[in-house]
C-alpha cells in the first residue's frame, strides 16, 4: 500500500526492528538513535512556507507558541490543530531536535491545518496541574485569536505526545482546568500518552512521574486522565506503537475501554506494531502515512470510525 511502512528506507525499517523488542532497556538513548534516524527523511520533507515563531500566550518564558500556516489561499476558516510535545514532564521542548517536532506541525499545515506547536512549564518548577493549565491557556489563546489566525474556533484540536499526552488528556477530561468547565475542542488526538500517573516498579519515567505528580498514590489516582472522562468528553482518537514505554499500551487501552462506556462508543484507534515511543511520532511527514492519514480523516469528522 502506497504510504505504508514499507515506504521507509530499508536501513531505518531495519533499524526499528532491531530497536523496538529492547526499547525499554534504553529509552533515552533509543530516542535519540530514532530522532538522528529520521532526520535525513524529514530534512528532504515538503514544509510550509510561513512559520511565526515565539509567540507568548502566557506570562512565563516557556508559554509561548509558534504557528504553522498552510501555503494556499482559504476562502473559509481552516481547522486548527495545537500540538503537546513530551519529554518525561521535566524536559524538553517544541523542537527535541531540528526536524522533531516541527515535522508533525509541517505535515498537517500542509493539509491545510493551521499547526500550533505550543510549549509549557516543566517540572519541578510547576507541579500538577501546571500542564493541563498551560495547554488550557494555549487554547483559549487560539480560539480568542481565531479570527487572525483564520481558525474556526469550533474545529480546534489537541493533539499530545507522551507527557504531552497526559497534559492534552488531563485538560480534556477533567472540567477543573477548563475555563467554565467547557474543554472547546473540536477533538484530541492522543499519541502514546500517559494517560495514568503511576509510579510502577517497571516505569523507568517514575521519579519524572513523582516530580510531577508526587507521590501520594490518592493523588496520582486523581490526577490521571483517564479517571476524569465522561459523556462530555471530547471525541478522542488514541493511537499508540507495538514497542512503547512500558505499559503505555495498555493504559491507552484503558482509555479506550473508559471512554467507550462513557461515550457509549468507542473511540478511534490507530495501532502501528513496527513503530517505537519515538518514531510514532517522527515518522511524520514521511513516506509512511499511516498515522496523519488517520488524523487527518478524524479532523474531516470526529465522530465518524
Not at 525499554?24 to 515538503?46: K, N, T, V, W
Not at 489566525?149 to 477533567?174: E, K, W
Not at 495498555?250 to 462513557?262: F, K, P, S
Request: net charge negative.
Amino acid at each position: 500500500m502506497s504510504g505504508d511502512f514499507n515506504a521507509l528506507p530499508e536501513d531505518l525499517r531495519a533499524k526499528l526492528a532491531a530497536v523496538g523488542p529492547v526499547w525499554s532497556s534504553d529509552i533515552a538513548g533509543h530516542a535519540r538513535q530514532m530522532y538522528e534516524a529520521f532526520a535525513p527523511l524529514l530534512q528532504a520533507a515538503p514544509r510550509v512556507v510561513r512559520i511565526d515563531r515565539d509567540i507568548a500566550f502566557g506570562p512565563h518564558p516557556r508559554q509561548v507558541l509558534d504557528v504553522y500556516h498552510p501555503d494556499d489561499a482559504a476562502s473559509e476558516p481552516r481547522p486548527a490543530l495545537i500540538f503537546v510535545h513530551g519529554g518525561a514532564f521535566v524536559k524538553g521542548d517544541r523542537t527535541v531536535s531540528d526536524e522533531v517536532y516541527a515535522n508533525v506541525l509541517h505535515r498537517f499545515a500542509r493539509a491545510g491545518v493551521v499547526g500550533i506547536n505550543m510549549e509549557y512549564r516543566l517540572a519541578p518548577q510547576a507541579p500538577f496541574p501546571g500542564g493541563s493549565l498551560d495547554v488550557a491557556l494555549c487554547t483559549a489563546w487560539v480560539r480568542m485569536n481565531a479570527q487572525a489566525l483564520g481558525v474556526d474556533p469550533s474545529r480546534v484540536f489537541l493533539m499530545g505526545h507522551s507527557a504531552g499526552g497526559a497534559h492534552a488528556a488531563s485538560y480534556a477530561y477533567d472540567r477543573r482546568w477548563q475555563p467554565e468547565g467547557v474543554h472547546g475542542l473540536a477533538g484530541l488526538i492522543l499519541v502514546s500518552g500517559r494517560v495514568r500517573a503511576d509510579q510502577a516498579p517497571d516505569n523507568p519515567n517514575a521519579a519524572n512521574v513523582a516530580a510531577y505528580y508526587g507521590t501520594n498514590p490518592r493523588a496520582l489516582e486523581d490526577a490521571s486522565a483517564v479517571n476524569h472522562v465522561g459523556p462530555d468528553s471530547p471525541p478522542t482518537l488514541i493511537a499508540y506503537g507495538g514497542y512503547e514505554n512500558p505499559l503505555l499500551d495498555v493504559y491507552a487501552l484503558e482509555l479506550a475501554y473508559r471512554l467507550g462506556l462513557a461515550r457509549r462508543r468507542a473511540p478511534r484507534m490507530v495501532v502501528l506494531p513496527e513503530h517505537n515511543h519515538s518514531s510514532i511520532i517522527a515518522h511524520i511527514n514521511t513516506g509512511d502515512d499511516r498515522l496523519a492519514r488517520e488524523v487527518l480523516a478524524f479532523i474531516a469528522d470526529p465522530q465518524a470510525l
